[in-house]
């Protein structure tokens, strides 16, 4: 069965660092996404991306962050310099069309710990 | 403005027993409803979905939701839990191009 890849797994990196997050989405999706879930709170929106664009993006979503889908394939998010509560865990979600019709696929998820 | 609640952060049951779960939403328009579940170290994964027609709706590992417009609410339920459904539930309304989750509610099976 398809299924969104994300990686690395864990990642840690020093306050003030880049970070590269790498999402591979199910092959013949059209729209992409990023979630985070900070430790104990809910899901958050941060980002959607749809023909090569950004198509929504949360309050979350300020300018240290930045998405792109380099090669047709893969799916980034990178945080120019992380901050200590930027430490959650990032999911990426791909799908093949919008709602109603179509249902969004997670990654596992890549847990990002800034120190 | 868009949001889910769910009311009950951590339950605990018997496996074999019954279990419901609360969602409510606030939406303008016709929602798009979903539960999702996520198990240690897992990414969500979809349990059912509600869009349309028939308010009661059937989901994957024995989970069915019903979807009360009256009371702005999609509970999840399932007659008799498994060892396996430990896990985390998350309740989410679909926007035109994102879900907006719930805090979530833990849910913890004692044999």
């Known amino acids: 069965e398809p299924e969104v890849t994300q990686t690395p797994s864990h990642q840690v990196t020093q306050m003030g660092q880049e970070v590269i997050l790498r999402c591979v989405p199910i092959s013949n999706h059209l729209y992409f996404y990023w979630y985070r879930q900070i430790l104990g709170q809910k899901v958050e929106f941060l980002v959607s991306f749809y023909n090569n664009e950004i198509s929504e993006k949360s309050e979350i979503f300020d300018d240290q962050f930045s998405v792109e889908r380099p090669d047709g394939s893969n799916f980034t998010l990178k945080i120019r310099s992380t901050k200590l509560e930027d430490s959650a865990m990032y999911f990426c979600a791909s799908r093949f069309g919008t709602f109603p019709n179509t249902e969004a696929f997670f990654g596992q998820g890549t847990r990002l710990t800034v120190v | 403005a868009q949001s889910v609640t769910q009311p009950d952060i951590h339950i605990t049951v018997s496996e074999g027993a019954s279990l419901e779960l609360r969602c409510n939403y606030s939406?303008?328009?016709?929602?798009?409803l979903f539960w999702y579940v996520q198990s240690p170290g897992q990414g969500l994964q979809l349990l059912l979905k509600y869009f349309s027609g028939d308010t009661l709706v059937q989901g994957i590992k024995g989970f069915e939701a019903e979807f009360k417009r009256s009371q702005s609410s999609f509970n999840l339920r399932k007659p008799s839990v498994h060892w396996s459904d430990a896990a985390e539930y998350f309740c989410?309304?679909?926007?035109?191009?994102?879900?907006?989750f719930g805090t979530g509610t833990r849910l913890q099976v004692f044999p």
């Open positions: 989410a309304v679909g926007t035109t191009d994102k879900l907006i």
């Open positions: 939406y303008g328009a016709t929602p798009y």
